[in-house]
């Protein structure tokens, strides 16, 4: 499979994921809501690599220590932004908080052109206008 089908299963997942979450917090601490999730993305991830990997992929070792830093800075950036996400959801309706947790897109078209250096074309910046667009209207 390509980057794009794995991008539409990761859209459906971040979908239901929305929808379940927002009945498990109805009545749950949100920060408590948060660690049960991650607790269980934990279990499932060593799962799979477990499962799904060849032994010398397993080896910790030889990651370097640059990979180190940066994953460990994205998973305190992932728990951020799912206490933020579980807090919304318990707050307002779920298809409201969606599609504002999804401007992250637009965030990432930045972060990306400013500190990757990735080439933004102009019809990309177009559908993130269109994006924030889409969001106002879905949240109005």
């Known amino acids: 499979m390509n980057w794009l089908v794995w991008a539409l299963l990761s859209a459906f997942f971040a979908a239901i994921t929305a929808v379940l979450a927002k009945v498990g917090v109805a009545n749950v601490n949100s920060n408590l809501a948060t660690a049960i999730r991650t607790s269980v993305v934990v279990v499932f991830s060593w799962a799979l690599v477990t ?28 728990a951020l932004s799912w206490l933020c996400y579980f807090r919304a959801l318990q707050l307002g309706d779920a298809s409201k908080v969606a599609p504002i947790d999804k401007l992250s897109v637009i965030f ?22 269109l994006i924030v667009v889409g969001a106002i209207v879905l949240v109005a």
């Open 51 to 78: 499962a799904l990997s060849k032994t010398n992929d397993l080896q910790l070792n030889n990651i370097s220590g640059r990979a180190w830093l940066f994953l460990c800075l994205s998973g305190l950036a992932t």
């Open 108 to 129: 990432v078209m930045i972060i990306a052109a400013v500190c990757l250096r990735e080439q933004v074309s102009w019809h990309q910046w177009l559908g993130g206008v």
